[in-house]
């Protein structure tokens, strides 16, 4: 990504500080908080260049990219409630859960996906209605299954055999799906044919991005709050699936892979 965009996309992921301002006040404060930190921003930078290779405008691109992305932070913030994963650190802000509280969490995750939403129907305007369809199934498809389903597998992890086979699968669950929707979601309203889909350089690209998602499971692991901005050692505590728990870490796994 070049620098350019990086500041184009950074701008715009902040653009709804705008609309905070007018909130109530503590939802305001709390979205304006969330919006400081926009964090790597990889899967913009992935649904920009798949939709300059598909021919879409740069204003519809970026729109479905800023709402991919605030589909992404309201997940972590979901993730973060005391009744999840309990962190003490949310969006990279260590007082945000202390300072807003759950019910703060919650109203924030939810404007972000409402305006989510919005510029997604705004960045799929120009395609053929037949396209637009077919992304909105697939968009509400797979974010219903990131935001509702693999948590719930998360949450009875205890009850579940903890072996390789299983840890792998709810890994995928979880780290595949924004990425897939960053790479499938411009391929169709650019018009890809079916056969790209399956195409075998598309899925090495999941491969490789998702490894960078695979980062934040080890630094779970092995590495301290301080160091990441975020509390440490969750999977163990709690008992949640942990790729690297299960297998080790000097083992290569498919699931960090996808």
Not at 24 to 30: F, K, Q, R, Y
Not at 61 to 74: C, P, R
Not at 221 to 248: F, M, W
Request: proline share 5%.
């Amino acid at each position: 990504m070049t620098e350019q965009d990086r500041k184009t996309i950074e701008s715009c992921f902040r653009s709804l500080s705008a609309a905070a301002s007018k909130c109530e006040p503590n939802l305001g404060e709390a979205l304006a908080r969330v919006l400081q930190n926009p964090g790597s921003l990889i899967r913009p930078e992935i649904v920009l260049e798949i939709s300059r290779a598909y021919g879409l405008s740069e204003t519809h691109a970026t729109d479905l990219a800023i709402g991919l992305e605030y589909f992404h932070t309201a997940s972590l913030l979901f993730d973060d409630l005391p009744s999840m994963d309990d962190a003490s650190s949310v969006a990279a802000s260590p007082a945000f859960i202390f300072e807003f509280g759950d019910a703060g969490a919650i109203l924030t995750a939810l404007a972000l996906i409402n305006r989510a939403y919005a510029l997604d129907v705004a960045g799929r305007r120009a395609s053929v209605p037949d396209r637009q369809s077919r992304a909105c199934l697939t968009l509400s498809g797979i974010w219903c299954g990131r935001l509702a389903e693999w948590p719930e597998y998360d949450l009875h992890y205890a009850m579940l055999p903890h072996d390789r086979q299983t840890t792998e699968q709810i890994a995928m669950g979880k780290t595949v799906s924004l990425i897939r929707l960053t790479l499938v979601l411009p391929a169709i309203m650019g018009g890809a044919p079916a056969s790209e889909f399956a195409d075998s350089g598309a899925y090495r690209t999941l491969l490789g991005v998702s490894v960078t998602r695979s980062l934040t499971i080890l630094k779970d692991v092995i590495q301290n709050s301080d160091e990441t901005g975020k509390t440490a050692s969750r999977d163990l505590s709690l008992d949640r699936p942990n790729i690297a728990l299960v297998i080790g870490i000097g083992e290569p796994s498919s699931a960090l892979l996808v």
